[in-house]
């Protein structure tokens, strides 16, 4: 009877070449990722490919080379970025005890984040060309960096959020009347954040402490407390709205609504 095992063919004598090529690729390719964060921390997130290799003290051939194109440098930071703030994201929403305190160390995490190099933050987040056409409501039209970052963090905070639901005994129906909150949340966040980041410093400018407070506050109980004396509207009764109005006036409603 032949040993299966014995008759096994001996590893190949480059193997072990070839694993340690691969581990000083990957090390090279972290340091590189490294580089072209705090280079674009410096010079902005326009900087070229050759600006980057330049303050990398390497060639731009080089980054070509292990990322493709500016695109694939681009990903590559933004997944190191991603991974950075998903712990940041976890360790807030685990050190959380209520949704409200969840909410609000999500918000300053994501500000904080930003906040420490708009840059960076400028260069992961930004659209890969100048032509490239504005996002649509799906995503269409933004680089894969940008999409992946934003919908990564929209599942995490839906996540957070309906745990923190189903501990405090919330219902099935609760959790599906949230659906739609995490991708309102992140848009809403994400526009003010960056608007509050663009804006010049100065006496009218909140800290990031109250940008924080305030976008916890208009995503938990919106914008009532703004107006206290006046009454907050009712939803739509069933007898009203425009096909109501429409049956009023002798018609019928509009095509674009049916």
Do not use: C
């Amino acid at each position: 009877m032949v040993n299966n095992a014995s008759a096994a063919p001996p590893p190949a004598a480059g193997d072990g070449r070839s694993a340690r090529w691969d581990r000083h690729r990957a090390d090279r390719r972290r340091e590189l990722i490294r580089a072209a964060r705090q280079a674009v921390h410096l010079l902005g997130p326009g900087a070229s490919m050759e600006d980057i290799a330049t303050a990398a003290g390497t060639s731009k051939p080089v980054f070509y080379r292990y990322f493709g194109d500016k695109a694939g440098l681009q990903r590559a930071v933004g997944e190191v970025v991603l991974g950075r703030m998903q712990v940041r994201l976890q360790e807030a929403a685990h050190a959380a005890r209520t949704p409200l305190e969840g909410l609000r160390a999500m918000v300053g995490a994501y500000l904080q984040m930003a906040e420490a190099s708009p840059n960076v933050y400028a260069f992961v987040t930004r659209t890969g060309s100048a032509d490239t056409a504005p996002a649509g409501p799906d995503g269409t039209g933004e680089s894969d960096a940008l999409s992946h970052f934003f919908t990564t963090i929209t599942r995490m905070m839906e996540n957070a959020i309906h745990a923190q639901l189903r501990a405090a005994g919330g219902t099935a129906a609760d959790l599906r009347a949230l659906h739609y909150w995490p991708p309102a949340a992140i848009g809403m966040v994400r526009a003010a954040g960056e608007l509050w980041l663009g804006s010049t410093d100065g006496p009218g400018k909140p800290t990031r402490e109250e940008m924080t407070d305030q976008l916890t506050r208009w995503l938990f109980t919106g914008i009532a407390e703004l107006f206290p004396r006046l009454p907050v509207p009712a939803g739509p009764s069933p007898a009203s709205g425009p096909a109501q109005e429409s049956r009023q006036a002798g018609g019928l409603p509009s095509k674009e609504f049916q």
